[in-house]
């Protein structure tokens, strides 16, 4: 006989260490199924976790994680491989755990399929039926192939088969899936694991979904409007089962929502979201002295559609201090300037480029449902703001980051710490409002003071928050050259791919690309030993300071996947649809001879290639689709079920 074990180890809370002393484990003899129970907790009450096994009968098993890995054992040498038997202790006060043991008899030349389940649902008699759909081998098959089968659908829509086999690697498995199931799914990860949906954050997630499937963007867009107060403020971020969540004074939360609206229309074409409904949210106000309130706001009787909720956010967000810049509030992007504008009057740069991107897209939807005056409007404050951006913005040699509530700049050469940041001038570039001329220069800047080839990382800002005044915030609380505080956040990295790309420097960009690529930092057994993460996902954030410099920081629930994804398709391969229309805009290294893409589109599969005779970086010198001339990279998609040939000549 061989003895097989199954071991696991639940969490049924935030974080184990939590929630291990109120897990209670029962076992049913007659079904052969493990329980196990959080008994105290606020969220998903009552809810059950299960495991059972099929192939072969389960001989002992035990909830006592101390029984299975021993006094001082650990899992990678477990007591409990060597027991004949577990005792079969269950219950209320152990560290719990499962673990089920089985006695396999095989013959000679025999062999025999385990499979074991694991899961969690409303209450017994819902597992009990899962356990029964699952109980027959034909159905486990179907349905492991089923799921292998959405992936290769989901991840197999957009494949790129270009000269760099990491990029491919990324861009057609591993960045849509780390988006997928960590940061929409599960919004948990090792390092952050409490499950709740962010307003800006699961908003960003989704844009990279909208070649692959729109609908879930689309899903997200309606219920994000619904986690909006009445007054045109939302949740910072919030619980999905009881709807609570934090009221804050952020600045940049509110216009995520008319940004990725724009966005997903101009991708898609579905004009039809703006008519949805959902309903807004009521609490009392912050007070003047409150920063954020956790709370369970109550879900008013009034609704809007998706477009009013987004007119409501925009007017929401239309508060500018003394020098014409948006109020910073209790934090823009950067959640760690808590305190730039404690009083009120602090202003940021970097919410000024993202405003006037979001004010000039969103009031080309106004005019297009003939609300002229708002559109009018809209494109007016863009301008004024645009010339506050220009005439208080500019350090001289790059844009500034922020002003404090007294007036002192941040991002400027006059500080001490954060004399640049990366944000404010790579947004310069993607607004497309900055001057020509300054914008390269911001980006030269970013590149001389933040881009440290030698050690691989791309700094968010430096020097690094330390000793000087005024106290920016949070920001602070990290060690000097760790996350926010002067390390690589890798979310706002990928922003300057997408500017270089913008620029039409495809030598940067891919070079920065290949940087923060997670492959590129385990190569090597150097790499790996001071990388210390996987290197399959992308890091939020890596390590600048000595003697941690290229250390991974948190991995898995990162923004960064997504925006990474939008870099490399959109950016540096230039794949961009119209609505039902493909625009090609490749900003590649001169060194690539070319590359090759498929696209799914409904029942049609395009197939793409370009050329690069010339070594160019940017630039149509010919395309043709089935051996006919167009006369500019655009292709009007058909839903024909045809395999169509798009040929691009750089």
């Known amino acids: 006989c061989i003895r097989d074990s199954y071991y696991a180890e639940w969490v049924m809370g935030v974080t184990r260490q939590l929630s291990a002393p109120y897990l209670v484990t029962d076992y049913d003899g007659d079904k052969d199924i493990f329980y196990v129970q959080n008994t105290l907790q606020e969220e998903f009450v009552g809810r059950i976790g299960f495991l059972t096994s099929f192939g072969a009968p389960v001989s002992s098993y035990t909830g006592d994680r101390s029984e299975f890995i021993g006094r001082n054992g650990t899992l990678g040498d477990p007591r409990g491989l060597k027991l004949d038997r577990f005792t079969e202790t269950v219950g209320a006060g152990l560290d719990p755990c499962c673990a089920l043991q089985l006695l396999v008899s095989l013959a000679p030349g025999e062999s025999k399929t385990l499979t074991f389940l694991l899961g969690e649902t409303e209450n017994r008699a819902e597992v009990e039926k899962v356990v029964a759909n699952y109980g027959q081998p034909e159905k486990t098959l179907k349905a492991f192939e089923e799921v292998n089968r959405y992936w290769d659908e989901l991840l197999g829509n957009i494949q790129v088969d270009t000269p760099d086999s990491s990029m491919n690697l ?264 900055a001057k020509p001329s300054r914008a390269k220069d911001a980006m030269l800047a970013l590149e001389h003071y933040l881009w440290r080839k030698e050690d691989g990382v791309l700094l968010l800002l430096t020097p690094p928050f330390d000793k000087s005044l005024p106290d920016p915030g949070y920001i602070k609380g990290y060690v000097p050259g760790v996350r926010e505080n002067g390390g690589q956040y890798t979310h706002g990295a990928t922003w300057a791919i997408l500017a270089y790309t913008s620029l039409g420097e495809g030598d940067k960009a891919t070079e920065l690309f290949q940087m923060l690529s997670p ?38 629930y990162t923004g960064a996947s997504g925006w990474m994804y939008q870099a490399g398709l959109e950016g540096i391969l230039g794949f961009k649809r119209q609505g039902d229309t493909l625009v090609l805009t490749p900003c590649i290294p001169s060194s690539w001879p070319g590359y090759r893409m498929t696209y799914h589109y409904k029942t049609t599969k395009y197939e793409i290639l370009v050329e690069n005779p010339m070594s160019k970086m940017t630039g149509c010198a010919k395309i043709t689709l089935d051996e006919d001339v167009l006369l500019e990279p655009a292709i009007l998609l058909k839903d024909d079920g045809q395999v169509h040939t798009i040929r691009f000549t750089m």
């Open 170 to 433: 990324l861009l057609n498995r591993w960045l849509l899936y780390q988006t997928v199931v960590c940061r929409i799914w599960a919004r948990s990860a090792f390092y952050q694991s409490g499950g709740a949906y962010g307003f800006r954050d699961q908003l960003q997630d989704v844009m990279a979904l909208v070649y692959t499937t729109p609908e879930v963007t689309r899903k997200q867009l309606i219920l994000h409007c619904g986690h909006q107060f009445v007054e045109g403020d939302v949740q910072h971020w919030w619980h999905a089962e009881t709807g609570k969540g934090i009221r804050t004074k952020f600045s940049d939360d509110l216009l995520w929502l008319p940004f990725v609206t724009a966005y997903y229309i101009e991708r898609t074409g579905d004009t039809g979201i703006l008519e949805e409904t959902n309903t807004f949210l009521e609490d009392e106000l912050l007070k003047e002295d409150e920063d954020e309130r956790y709370s369970i706001p109550k879900i008013s009787q009034e609704q809007g559609t998706v477009y009013e909720h987004c007119i409501r956010a925009i007017e929401r967000g239309l508060h500018f201090g003394e020098h014409g810049l948006p109020l910073i509030g209790s934090g823009d992007w950067n959640d760690g300037f808590s305190r730039i504008g404690i009083k009120g009057k602090g202003e940021s740069v970097w919410l000024g480029w993202f405003l006037y991107l979001t004010l000039t897209r969103f009031s080309s939807l106004c005019e297009g449902r003939q609300d002229f005056e708002r559109g009018t409007r809209y494109r007016s404050i863009a301008k004024e703001l645009q010339q506050n951006m220009e005439l208080h913005g500019w350090d001289g040699g790059w844009y500034r980051r922020a002003y404090f509530d007294d007036g002192t700049p941040l991002g400027s050469s006059q500080n001490r710490e954060c004399q640049i940041d990366a944000l404010a001038q790579s947004w310069s570039v993607l607004s497309g409002a």
């Open 519 to 556: 492959i590129h930092h385990a190569r090597t057994e150097h790499e790996v030993n001071r990388y210390k993460v996987e290197p399959y996902v992308v890091a939020a954030d890596v390590y600048a300071s000595h003697p941690h410099v290229g250390r991974g920081g948190w991995t898995w």
